[in-house]
């Protein structure tokens, strides 16, 4: 069917929305309409980073042109750091001695609860921890390196900002936290194969593919990219998995009051009902609305025109 | 000879130069024969013709052969010779100066060609025009050594002009210059009238590519004029009523292919897409609550008319809902009227709060006037709570 063909990411699609919080399986018609929304933004992303890189004087993307594009999201920012860090990390532990070092270095590590922050990492591991840097950040643009005040276990005191940031990815790790608090261990393993689901993890060639980068940007975007780029679409899929999965609430109790103020007797609910949750995916129409609040133009984009009105050019958001 | 010209002369009721001339002739003598040759054959074709259509065609004299010899035989001369005819034929000099001039540039050899040229003219004059109306170029042309010509001499008015002309600033000679036998004519100036009639015409295109013509093109552009309209049906129009409507309006601006079958779709899309965008922005200046999710509060409207008012048209079919589905608002119209009247938002609140968020719309349009200066209410009527309000 042509249809197939054409939508290529259907199973993972489905893996990240199951991690994100949808507990049903999604239909054809959602997953379709994620991976255009994933391809659009991917397409919209390259192109904003080749500009980003044209203005540098560059021909070829660089990490900092496609982290500048997310540079006010804060918590992404910094997830986005922690990510690319740990690709360090696998890269250095398999240069120093075999892959097993590493295993069993991160299994002490998960000792600690599941909870815990990202950027506290263990003491244990000698490692270089490289920070990729961002020119934009208040530290680089003084003339003089401006020590980190960071000694070499961990960060030390995080500042206000960056607590507001994690706070973000706090609430999600919780919120994994409780979904897996009380799973049997083949669900658990069906839980962490399905975290890591990635469009670009081992397919970068196909993932080349299916977003046309050959169209877009005359220089190859080099693997770093692609991997970032993997991580951008699985943080896509969560964030707009979250915002259909609120829609659709909102719409729920939308249809709850209605039918409570309709005086509609509801039939009492008894002990060995099936559970009315599994008829509920998230539909195609909860996560266009969800597309849409992502879209809403910001104020400052009005603000050029004293608030009056008029035609505002706005661009294509990158969630 | 002399005197049979002389006589075909007088008898021809021929202008004044024309007598005065060939006394002239008479006067310098020696009219050989072939000089009268053609004077007589002139003179008596003119003779046949003048009472009558000649019996057989008169046809001119070839004028030019005679005046490039005389111009060779003359030599220098030509340039003031020819100025002294010019002048005598329109009049500048009379019939002694002719003579006296001609006594100064002819010689004895030459008046014989003198006659037979001036005699040619004349009769040339009398008989039918030539085809070409440009004249005798060499006898305009002047020598290349010419130095009895000066450059202006000739063309003293063409002379003054040109000073005159000078005389203007350069704007005012460009203005001159720009004009063309199309200025001062611009068409009919389309009046407001005009201009709003022609507008609301619907426009046909014209196909000169025989081989695209399409039949129905015209069918199908006051098809789309037929349906109606989203504002008369209080719904958006679904995708076949849009498609109809499209295919118009496509043609009018000659898209001649018509539309392909995924338009309508995302025109709805995007139709939703900015209503909902609009309508959130008013729910947001409207509601006492800023919050976003549907909360639990009872949304109290900011105008009191709305306990007792029917619900604005555009307004209540959308309530505290901020997904307003396409079909069958009329519908839910209906069945919110049993709803708390709290939660209705009226016009008046939709005008509030396009007044607080004017850049939610691009422009200004028809309905927004609309709202503004017949939509909503006075306030004299809320403050006679006794009399029903009619809205």
Redesign the interface.
């Known amino acids: 069917m042509s249809g197939s063909d054409k939508y290529k990411y259907k199973p993972e699609i489905q893996q990240m929305m199951f991690v994100s919080g949808e507990t049903n399986d999604p239909p054809t018609e959602t997953t379709s309409l994620i991976e255009d929304i994933v391809r659009s933004q991917v397409i919209e992303m390259l192109l904003q980073a080749t500009a980003q890189a044209a203005r540098r004087g560059s021909r070829s993307i660089a990490v900092e042109d496609l982290i500048f594009l997310i540079r006010h999201d804060r918590a992404k920012v910094n997830r986005l750091r922690t990510y690319l860090s740990w690709k360090d990390v696998r890269k250095n532990a398999k240069d120093q001695e075999g892959g097993a070092v590493e295993g069993t270095e991160l299994l002490e590590d998960a000792a600690a609860p599941a909870v815990a922050a990202p950027d506290q990492l263990g003491p244990k591991m000698k490692y270089r921890k490289s920070k990729v840097k961002l020119p934009w950040d208040l530290t680089n643009m003084f003339p003089e390196p401006v020590p980190d005040a960071e000694d070499e276990d961990g960060n030390a005191g995080p500042d206000e900002e960056e607590m507001e940031a994690n706070l973000a990815t706090l609430q999600r790790l919780q919120s994994a936290d409780e979904r897996t608090r009380a799973v049997t261990k083949e669900e658990y393993v069906h839980w962490s194969e399905c975290r890591q689901a990635s469009f670009t993890f081992r397919k970068g060639k196909r993932f080349r593919e299916w977003a046309g980068i050959g169209a877009l940007t005359d220089s190859k975007p080099n693997d770093d990219i692609i991997d970032i780029l993997g991580f951008l679409t699985f943080e896509i899929v969560a964030v707009l998995t979250e915002e259909a999965i609120?829609v659709k609430e909102?719409?729920d109790?939308?249809e709850m009051?209605r039918s409570k103020?309709?005086k509609t007797r509801k039939t009492e609910r008894f002990l060995f009902d099936p559970p009315d949750e599994d008829q509920r995916p998230i539909l195609a129409k909860h996560v266009?609305?969800a597309f849409?609040n992502l879209q809403?133009a910001k104020p400052r984009q009005?603000s050029l025109?004293n608030?009056?009105?008029?035609?505002?050019r706005t661009r294509t958001v990158v969630i | 000879m002399a005197s049979s010209v002389n006589g075909s002369s007088s008898a021809r009721a021929s202008p004044q130069p024309g007598s005065k001339k060939n006394n002239g002739i008479q006067h310098y003598a020696s009219i050989s024969g072939t000089s009268g040759t053609p004077a007589a054959s002139a003179s008596g074709g003119t003779t046949n013709t003048t009472p009558s259509k000649p019996q057989r065609p008169a046809r001119r004299i070839e004028v030019e052969a005679l005046m490039n010899d005389f111009r060779r035989v003359l030599g220098d001369k030509w340039a003031r010779y020819r100025e002294v005819i010019t002048n005598f034929l329109i009049g500048k000099l009379t019939r002694t100066e002719l003579e006296e001039e001609l006594g100064e540039i002819l010689e004895k050899s030459m008046v014989r060609m003198h006659n037979q040229f001036l005699l040619a003219n004349l009769a040339n004059s009398l008989r039918d025009p030539p085809p070409s109306t440009n004249g005798l170029p060499v006898w305009s042309t002047r020598r290349k050594d010419g130095p009895l010509r000066s450059r202006m001499s000739g063309d003293p008015i063409m002379a003054r002009l040109k000073s005159e002309i000078m005389g203007f600033t350069p704007r005012e000679r460009r203005r001159i210059k720009a004009i063309t036998r199309d200025a001062g004519k611009k068409g009919p100036i389309p009046s407001t009238i005009i201009l709003t009639r022609r507008a609301k015409m619907p426009a046909v295109p014209v196909i000169n590519d025989k081989d695209k013509s399409k039949t129905n093109i015209s069918q199908d552009i006051i098809q789309s004029y037929h349906l109606p309209l989203a504002s008369e049906s209080y719904e958006l129009p679904d995708a076949d009523a849009l498609r109809t409507r499209l295919l118009g309006i496509a043609y009018e601006h000659g898209l001649l292919d018509g539309i392909s079958d995924e338009v309508p779709d995302i025109i709805l899309a995007g139709l939703e897409y900015h209503l909902r965008d609009f309508l959130q922005q008013i729910f947001n200046r409207v509601r006492p609550t800023m919050h976003k999710k549907v909360s639990d509060l009872p949304f109290v409207s900011l105008t009191p008319a709305a306990q007792d008012s029917q619900a604005g048209k555009d307004a209540a079919a959308n309530k505290s809902d901020r997904k307003p589905t396409e079909n069958n608002s009329k519908e839910r119209k209906r069945k919110f009227q049993h709803l708390d009247d709290d939660n209705i938002i009226t016009a008046e609140d939709m005008a509030l709060a396009l007044e607080l968020v004017p850049h939610s719309i691009v422009e200004p349009s028809g309905p927004l006037y609309r709202l503004y200066d017949v939509m909503l209410r006075d306030e004299i009527d809320d403050a006679r709570p006794d009399q029903s309000s009619a809205d």
């Open positions: 609120k909102a719409e109790e939308m009051r103020r309709t266009a609305e849409r809403i009005y025109r608030f009056s009105g008029g035609l505002v």
